[in-house]
């Protein structure tokens, strides 16, 4: 890794930001001016109390926060609870059970953090997954958010759904696009025409375009995933795989990738956990195609387990979404160059100066703990 890449990993504040203890003597300051005009006399009050409009939220300054979690806060005080809702959610329930393994003495000071990819060398595993009409949250939408993406080194996904031209979305971009788009969806050929810009193409099985997610039970379509495959010359990569039967079946069909991807909506990650599920698919075709994996990502330390059970790379979505309502595109590159400091640091912590490093014995998976021990005071 080039000394300017070890940089980008460090987490720097611009000069100049003011800092959070700033930020709440700020709020301190306008609760002070509050009190003060209630406390005047009523002669000395307007008699007709202006009209003004809603404050705008005090968000933290990006520099000041120091864990992704407070991205989710301060979406929440830009969106308001309605429109923050879709980007909401996660269920750590296994992710929590699974520990990492430090080990001592062993040299990290020249971290290699570098992937190669459908024929692409990533800065970092750590790729921008895809999510649809993203002006929901920002006016740029994915434009913002691949300009953040890009300052961070990431690659990112685009979604056949998305609510910006791919043209203007390509323009902003300076690092590798791949496009998304659900296996049911009319507009697969309109995505395929379109896919000169892009580095690769995701087929999605587990959800379907515009509406509800598909029942784990429900056979994959394999007729619309040989569409694509037959429509293209770009790698091909299967979202939604959860079995290693399936992941089989990709391969047979010529896929070229596969992510390990639960989501069905409710709490079915509760049931089964994502990083559970890679192994299993790693084992079978691994040494075939790379195997990635999405869902419920918060911390480096979740993408280094994810990476230790044998997964080449993690795409990242709601907490982009969070970063990109926030703060635009500086948000999105906050987030992803958080991810990747954390992952980079606790690469170091378990003397793992390289992803060739990383592996299975890295990690640990605990068994759930007793419901009597949770009455324990």
Not at 4 to 18: I, Q
Not at 261 to 269: C, P, T
Request: glycine share 8%; aromatic share 4%; charged share 15%.
């Amino acid at each position: 890794m080039m000394p300017e890449d070890k940089a980008a990993l460090a987490e720097k504040p611009p000069a100049g930001t003011a800092s959070r203890r700033q930020a709440i003597a700020g709020v301190g300051t306008t609760v002070a001016a509050g009190m003060v005009g209630a406390a005047m006399p009523a002669s000395a009050q307007s008699p007709a109390p202006l009209r003004m409009p809603a404050p705008a939220p005090l968000l933290v300054p990006r520099a000041d926060l120091v864990n992704v979690l407070e991205y989710e806060a301060q979406a929440r005080l830009v969106l308001g609870p309605a429109k923050v809702a879709p980007i909401l959610g996660s269920d750590r329930t296994v992710t929590d059970r699974i520990t990492l393994r430090p080990r001592m003495n062993i040299p990290t000071r020249d971290l290699d953090l570098t992937c190669t990819l459908f024929g692409d060398q990533h800065f970092t595993p750590i790729i921008v997954g895809p999510m649809a009409d993203q002006k929901r949250f920002h006016s740029e939408g994915e434009v913002a958010m691949a300009r953040g993406a890009s300052a961070a080194k990431a690659a990112m996904v685009v979604s056949s759904e998305a609510s910006m031209p791919l043209a203007a979305i390509a323009q902003a971009a300076t690092t590798p696009l791949w496009l998304q788009v659900y296996a049911n969806s009319p507009k697969v050929k309109d995505v395929l025409a379109a896919a000169g810009a892009a580095k690769a193409v995701i087929v999605t099985v587990n959800a379907t375009a515009g509406g509800p997610t598909i029942p784990a039970s429900a056979r994959i379509d394999w007729s619309a995933v040989d569409t694509v495959v037959k429509g293209t010359s770009l790698p091909v990569i299967v979202k939604g795989i959860t079995s290693p039967q399936d992941a089989k079946e990709a391969v047979a069909r010529g896929v070229k990738g596969v992510v390990v991807s639960n989501y069905r909506g409710g709490n079915a990650a509760a049931l089964t956990g994502t990083l559970l599920l890679i192994a299993p698919v790693v084992q079978t075709v691994g040494d075939q195609i790379p195997v990635l994996v999405d869902g419920s990502f918060r911390r480096g330390t979740d993408i280094l387990k994810a990476l230790a059970f044998g997964a080449k790379g993690v795409l990242i979505g709601r907490p982009v979404m969070w970063g990109l309502a926030a703060y635009g595109a500086d948000g999105v590159q906050g987030v992803v160059e958080m991810l990747q400091t954390e992952l980079a640091r606790y690469m170091a912590m378990c003397g793992r100066p390289s992803l060739a490093a990383v592996n299975s014995s890295l990690v640990r998976v605990h068994a759930p703990l007793p419901a009597a021990s949770n009455n324990r005071g």
